[in-house]
């Protein structure tokens, strides 16, 4: 039985295929098409999993879509009333998704009544929720997908008993943590879509000054929250969100009102530099999410009285918020899909499919997150020889892996950059040891290194950390999994001059555990960096330059080359600059 996830004409378009229960395959097209969050639909990423599963569209049974145009009808036509340029933009979206069958075969070239697949909606918090829940270790847990908006509401929870998930409640539009997020992100002049973990990064230099004047912007309200609407403008006009198009990145339309600034001060413009002021803004913004969203997940673990709690929106990938949860709940495990955002939602429909429609037992757990293309050692070999690397003073050895880990830790300890590419793609926006730049987390001019020669981004963003998984509780205060980077804790204070390029102003670190079952080389070169340096930890960063993380070799050279790293492995390939 294979069922084909689909999300388009969303942000993050994306495809996954499950066959059996078993996910085999999973990805965003942006990293196809080059375009970062590209929404539209997702033919390429589609054509990869099919491919990848040895399909093709005539063996799908089954294609989950994650969205309910049927879903709050009532809400969705009262705001239709009152705005009706939203209404319009709404109609054509809905238009493209009915035509998603026709959509899929001209994708393929097939005559769309000849599909033989049966087409199914899953709302789109229900699609977040079963990402999370069928994808995680547990037999049973609390759920909550917590968001901006999809199928006009923001956050959804209910309870997961094996093979199936009951919704307790939900919060509907224009009530939204996400939206709130976004809109003060805006205010704070970071414009682009997925801009809000910049301001995350920067809320660590400030302090919560202003936490009266945001528990006034978002009141609790028992196990939820309303928005003081007066400070924005999405219920007006409508978020304005132009995600049709596949070679767009998407766009959000202004979403604070006048009232904001009254009550905060001035803006700030894009090209402004950033004041103390502005630190302290992002440090209550971000204290007055984690007292709703903390709020939320105790309320939840009260009345489901259960001990793990699987988390999926794109507010769960807050990663300071997520590391407080086991100290600040009841809850003793948590499990965060490594796609928590709209990508996600395509293995999450796929799985409820497969599950809570079919009715099929659990048979899977995601582990680790390497769902994404893979290329060969002849594949490889090829895009090394076309990219002509000798000629242009570049030494290439193919080495056993002993060598290549024991060569390649030396040159991290020695402080250069390196490039590491190795086997499937990571599946969600996190590099996790397969597309990654790696560092030497020991050296503290590193983080400057980086952004200046490579990543050419804020200085404030933090760095991140990848950990053997065993050695967590030697470095971390706290030592539960984080497996897909989604959770912050602390570093050891004695610890942090130790690593101190991924330790953040605050003394956290976004870390992610790695082992030996998850991603045996990556941990093995971890091992190998312990070994001759002592610490167990490298730095890890996304393999890319303002761009959608590398895909292909070929994008892995270009990459290399364009931003000067200093060495690049490329599966068994060591490539240095003589
Ligand atoms: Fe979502």
Redesign the pocket.
Known sequence: MNILGINAYHGNASAAIVCDGQLIAAVEEERFNRVKYAAGFPAAAIRYCLKEAGLTLADVDHVAVPRNPYARLWTKLFYAVRMPSFARERIKVLAKFTGIREALAQAFDANPDKLKAKFHRVE??VA?LASSFYCSPFEEAALL?A??L?DFASSMWGAGFGPLMNVHGSIAFPHSLGLYYSAITQYLGFLKFGDEYKVMGLGAYGQPEYLEAFREIVKSNGGGFTLALKYFTHHRTGPEMSWAEADRTPTLGKLFSDELPKRLGPARQPEDGIEQRHKNLASSLQARLEEVYLGMLRHLAHETQMKSVCLA??VAFNCVANGKILSETPFENVYVHPAA??AG?AVGAALYVWHQVLGEPRSFAMEHAYWGPGFSVEETRKAVEAAKLADDGYTIALLEEEKLLEQTAKIIGEGKILGWFQGRAEWGPRALGNRSIVADPRKPEMKEILNRRIKHREIFRPFAPSILAEATSHWFEQSHPSPFMTMAYSVRPEKRDKIPAPTHVDGTGRLQTVTKTANPRYWKLIKEVERQTGVPVVLNTSFNDNEPIVCKPQEAIDCFLRTQMDALVLGDFLITKS
């Open positions: 789109h918090h977040h997908s968001d901006g999809g929106g794109g955002g709209d939602l």
